[in-house]
């Protein structure tokens, strides 16, 4: 078993900063893939960013410039740096991780719990 606890959200003013963490613990052999999605009331969930273990990422249009992904693969840890927020990145948002476990070497897909950002005008 695997589990992802993220931490960090909170209520921000527009033009401020949170950094949002997330540790994976548990029968992990590997972490592939690590990466942040977010979902507003009423919306679908969306991939915000994403980074490969070798540290290649990816970001959604939207936060190009303000977000900062990041990993450090001996904590099994991924944050998210968030600067220039705006009230329409207010959603929860959850840690994703594409895991090899150690007892099957097989490839599972684990979410965290989600955390709440809100973004004030």
């Known amino acids: 078993q695997v589990q992802l606890v993220e931490s960090g959200g909170g209520l921000v003013q527009a033009g401020g900063s949170l950094r949002l963490s997330c540790v994976a613990s548990g029968s992990i052999f590997s972490l592939n893939t690590m990466g942040w999605y977010r979902q507003a009331p009423g919306k679908q969930r969306e991939l915000v960013a994403s980074?490969?273990?070798?540290?290649?990422?990816n970001y959604v249009d939207s936060v190009k410039g303000r977000f900062t992904i990041a990993r450090d693969n001996p904590k099994n840890t991924v944050y998210l740096q968030m600067n220039s927020l705006k009230p329409e990145d207010t959603a929860v948002y959850y840690c994703n991780a594409q895991v090899v476990v150690v007892t099957t070497l097989a490839f599972y897909n684990y979410w965290g719990q989600g955390t709440q950002v809100t973004v004030s005008s």
């Open positions: 980074i490969t273990d070798g540290g290649f990422t």
